[in-house]
């Protein structure tokens, strides 16, 4: 029997749909995704805010309210206390005058910026750290693992407190400080799986047909790991955002008179008696944004799923 | 009334893709001291099949019957069940790691699931029958054995104790699901050789579930062969090997290289196991049958004197010349 | 004739190590323990034997996928840096990666050793997906969308991509279903006549392997304890341990298995971190003579070579 005749042997699997471009893992990901209702009306949510944080100057211009000038005519009562919620302040103005919409939304542009920019740098240093240790096994894995060990038994908030009060506030500190406590989980995640994927056949291969080091940490490894650490990031990102509250509300964070949720937070304290809105509306934005990326990350980990795999090979 | 009557069961899945319709019909009998081997591909729905007695198919839909010394397990009580599994049925399964709880001693496993059935035993008694166990099931030093963790076992090894274990209560049917798969040849003879044995001596009714047709050659009396949740083919043992009718059979049996050595082309299946998704039309095994004819993929066969194929019953058997009546039949 | 490969006392040993901070040697897996043999251009040679015999590891070592701990493999006209011996895995699911295309994986070798340009890259690949009896349409699917059998001819295709001379199968159909096993062994076949390939052809399936080998060698512990002529090796089998293995041998036969006597061994195989002495069969064999315990016997013979004293036909 000739070779041709030999192909004729060759499978036709009548289960599956004969599209030349097959549905990748990602694309299928995300179709289970889209069915996730949670998780779409989470991915609505921070498209929303990331929309108006992106827009503030022109909400800015239509109100006619910067996010630093104090109106002391029209934002305060005659008697000194900051206006409700009307139709010149749509959430009302703060302590010293000022929109409390507007300042919220240059806030929200604060808090994205550090939760975003944060997770990334972990997340860049955190899979290069990984990758290495479990990749190259040995002494590399045992020291980095005990630097690992190390930066995650540290009392991270008295570091942070520590290190702002010695290098003074500011965006771009934070965004390191806050980096440099979330790339462990990060490092820790992508080190056991690569670990775990080193071990597996495919790896085998790649190495029998001569492929290097770093080839197959790139083209072998990599694209296995998007899906934890995709997971592990969007569920990074709402954790940064809450911690640089926590500074910004501690005094700690950005510039006092840059506008961000925990600052404003902070300044609500004293007057949360008479305008409540001063405490209800940040509170509740930095609830709905850290829910809203959570329920996306979960979202994201169940489209994710490795039993996908198995559903669609099932004979 | 035998032991065991399966009939008409269906076992669906429901999976985020659609339902999956694991097992899709199959009924049978077993009777004490007879063995039935159910052989199939993965997917064949054999395992899901008798998991589904066992009431540890969660989340499926059963429909169907199945009654054991003339009582129905199928939406029978968990508790009832439970009773049932273990000292009336046991299972034996393919990885005996996954199935023995690898904190405790085997001997206190033993132990308590006798006690667990047999409420009456003291320890020391139950003791001294989990130690008679082990070494019925070929344990050399059995009385120092029984101290000993799963993992201080060899896979063979392991494999034996599941057996003691699944032994313990004298059950009436054990269900035995590809016991061998993970042992090496010479092992594997050993547990075979020991299964054999002990069915003889306990009259057991035993179900024998494989891939290899091979390993059941020497020791079912009957044989189920299943194919895209459906039985293909059932008929005694020497029918099975000797005058297979049905394609899929006949394939199975033509895929392995032949014993005397012979280096003739191998004769495979074409094509892949279809998905259970969405399982063919009419006949589940047309679109990979070299003999399929047009009424194959309309009309579902039935299963007729031991064989589901719409060929003549008079075409049996393996080899080329068989292979020609049947195209001819076929129109092919 | 030059033999195209000659493996000379080749042994592995993997350390087994303790130790937290400091790891030290505490002992040693002897997985191969001195296998000389040959494999001839064009033939098969089948390597059996039962889990933990070494067979894989022998493999992996002639691939070149693990450097051997003494002794030496020649190759003579194989240049293993051209990728002229090539590995076929086990696991049709472990040996691809799951999120990479299939053009993109049989593509691998001619990447990795930088042969031809894209275009003419993607023309191999359709020619390779041609040949082993897929689809070509189909270069751009991820292998979760193939069955097993597929799956392994996308696994023999990326072998086949650097014309190789040298192919190491390593259990290349036990991990599918007896109706594709059969299949993939008639596809090796085919390509052996038509592309004139030499193959190592590993399994535990005994008659797997008499059906493709033309000699075949039976490993113990470690070491080959017989090597023959294919059809000499199954109707004579000398060593006891190949005649237990072939009794133990399960047959589709009721007749043949009612009628055949088996040779049932006691008890287990040793562990390969402590083998036995001398003769590493003799606790398990039923000829074992003081002689076995104390004085290892030697692979004897020309064409059939046997390493016991007593050796002789049992079945």
């Known amino acids: 029997m000739s070779l041709i005749e030999a192909s004729s042997e060759a499978e036709h699997t009548p289960g599956i749909t004969p599209a030349v471009r097959g549905k990748g893992p990602w694309q299928l990901a995300w179709e289970r995704l889209q069915r996730d209702r949670a998780a779409m009306v989470s991915l609505a949510v921070i498209c929303v805010i990331v929309l108006l944080a992106v827009f503030a100057p022109v909400f800015a211009a239509v109100t006619g309210h910067g996010p630093q000038d104090q109106f002391p005519e029209t934002g305060l009562t005659p008697e000194g206390l900051p206006v409700g919620p009307g139709s010149g302040f749509w959430l009302g103005a703060d302590s010293l005058g000022r929109d409390l919409f507007v300042r919220l939304l240059y806030g929200a542009r604060v808090s994205l910026l550090v939760g975003v920019l944060s997770t990334l740098l972990a997340t860049v240093f955190g899979v290069v750290t990984g990758m290495l240790a479990g990749f190259y096994g040995g002494w590399v894995d045992g020291v980095l693992a005990r630097l690992l060990d190390v930066v995650l038994s540290f009392p991270y908030l008295l570091v942070a407190i520590v290190l702002v009060a010695a290098l003074g506030a500011g965006v771009p500190l934070m965004i390191l400080v806050i980096a440099f406590f979330s790339f462990a989980a990060m490092a820790r995640v992508v080190r056991g799986q690569t670990m775990a994927y080193k071990e597996r056949e495919f790896v085998e291969a790649a190495r029998s047909l001569g492929a290097s080091k770093l080839r197959t940490m790139f083209v072998d490894l990599l694209p296995n790991l998007v899906a934890p650490v995709t997971v592990l990031a969007s569920l990074l990102i709402p954790t940064a955002i809450v911690f640089e509250a926590t500074l910004s509300f501690l005094g700690l964070g950005v510039d006092p008179r840059t506008p961000s949720w925990g600052a404003i937070l902070a300044d609500s304290t004293d007057y949360y008696r008479v305008a409540p809105g001063l405490l209800i509306f940040p509170a509740l934005l930095l609830l709905i944004t850290t829910l809203a990326f959570n329920l996306l990350g979960d979202g994201i980990r169940d489209a994710l799923d490795p039993r996908s795999d198995r559903l669609l090979s099932r004979k | ?332 | 004739m030059t033999a195209l490969l000659r493996v000379n006392d080749v042994r592995k040993y993997f350390p087994i190590k303790e130790g937290l901070l400091i790891r030290r040697e505490v002992g040693r897996v002897h997985a191969v323990d001195g296998v000389t043999l040959e494999v001839q251009p064009g033939e098969t040679l089948g390597i059996v034997g039962e889990s933990g015999c070494g067979k894989s590891t022998l493999a992996r070592c002639i691939a070149g996928l693990h450097e051997v701990t003494s002794g030496s493999i020649e190759y003579h006209g194989l240049d293993r840096s051209r990728g002229q011996i090539q590995m076929i895995f086990q696991d049709p699911y472990g040996s691809l990666n799951p999120r990479r295309r299939v053009g993109s994986i049989i593509a691998d070798p001619l990447v990795i050793h930088r042969s031809g340009t894209p275009a003419e890259r993607r023309n191999r690949v359709r020619e390779l997906m041609e040949l082993v009896g897929l689809n070509p349409e189909h270069y751009n699917r991820f292998p979760a969308e193939f069955s097993g059998g597929q799956r392994q001819r996308i696994g023999i295709a990326r072998a086949l991509a650097l014309r190789p001379r040298l192919i190491v199968c390593d259990e290349p159909v036990s991990a599918l279903d007896v109706s594709i096993q059969a299949q993939v062994i008639n596809l090796l076949k085919d390509l052996q006549s038509e592309l004139g390939l030499t193959y190592v052809f590993i399994a535990h399936d005994l008659s797997v392997v008499r059906y493709v080998s033309d000699r075949v060698a039976v490993m113990y512990l470690g070491k080959v304890v017989e090597i023959a002529p294919a059809e000499q090796l199954y109707r004579s089998p000398q060593h006891p341990y190949t005649n237990a293995l072939l009794s133990a041998a399960s047959v589709a036969d009721p007749d043949l298995a009612a009628k055949r006597e088996r040779i049932l061994l006691t008890g287990d195989v040793p562990s390969p971190i402590l083998p036995p002495p001398a003769c590493r069969f003799h606790p398990r064999c039923p000829k074992a003579a003081p002689r076995c315990s104390a004085e290892e016997p030697l692979l004897l013979g020309e064409d059939h070579r046997t390493a016991c004293h007593y050796p002789g036909v049992m079945i």
């Open chain 2, 1 to 332: 009334m035998a032991l065991l009557e399966v009939a008409d069961l269906r076992v669906t899945f429901p999976t985020p893709d659609g339902p999956v319709q694991a097992v899709r019909g199959v009924s049978f009998q077993v009777d004490r001291g007879r063995t039935l081997g159910i052989v199939g591909e993965s997917g064949s729905g054999k395992s899901v099949s008798t998991q589904t007695l066992m009431g540890l198919t969660q989340g499926a839909r059963v429909s169907g019957s199945a009654k054991f010394e003339g009582r129905e397990l199928i939406g029978m009580p968990e508790p009832e069940l439970r009773k049932l599994r273990g000292a009336q049925i046991s299972m034996i399964f393919q990885d005996p790691l996954s199935s023995l709880h690898p904190l405790y001693t085997v001997g206190w496993q033993i132990v308590e699931a006798i006690r667990l059935h047999e409420p009456a035993t003291t320890k020391a008694q139950a003791r001294k029958r989990a130690i008679e166990q082990l070494g019925l099931v070929g344990i050399p030093q059995p009385d120092r054995r029984v101290d000993d963790y799963p993992h201080q076992f060899s896979g063979g090894m392991r494999q034996r104790v599941m057996i003691a274990m699944a032994l313990a209560l004298n059950p009436k049917l054990i269900i035995a699901d590809e016991p061998t798969t993970a042992l090496d040849a010479t092992v594997q003879a050993q547990i075979l050789d020991l299964m054999i044995r002990l069915q003889q001596e306990f009259d057991t009714a035993l179900i024998m579930i494989t891939h290899d047709l091979g390993v059941i050659a020497g020791m079912a009396d009957e044989v189920l062969v299943m194919y895209a949740g459906k039985p293909v083919e059932h008929a005694e043992r020497r029918e099975i090997y000797y005058a297979p009718h049905h394609p899929y059979t006949v394939g199975l049996l033509e895929s392995v290289p032949s014993v005397s050595g012979a280096k003739d082309r191998l004769r495979p299946v074409p094509g892949a196991p279809p998905s259970l998704l969405t399982p063919p039309t009419g006949c589940g095994f047309h679109p990979r049958c070299r003999y399929a004819m047009p009424r194959c993929p309309v009309e579902e066969p039935p299963l007729i004197r031991g064989s589901a194929c719409w060929l003549p019953r008079d075409i049996v058997g393996t080899g080329p010349e068989a292979a020609r009546r049947r195209s001819e039949a076929a129109g092919r």
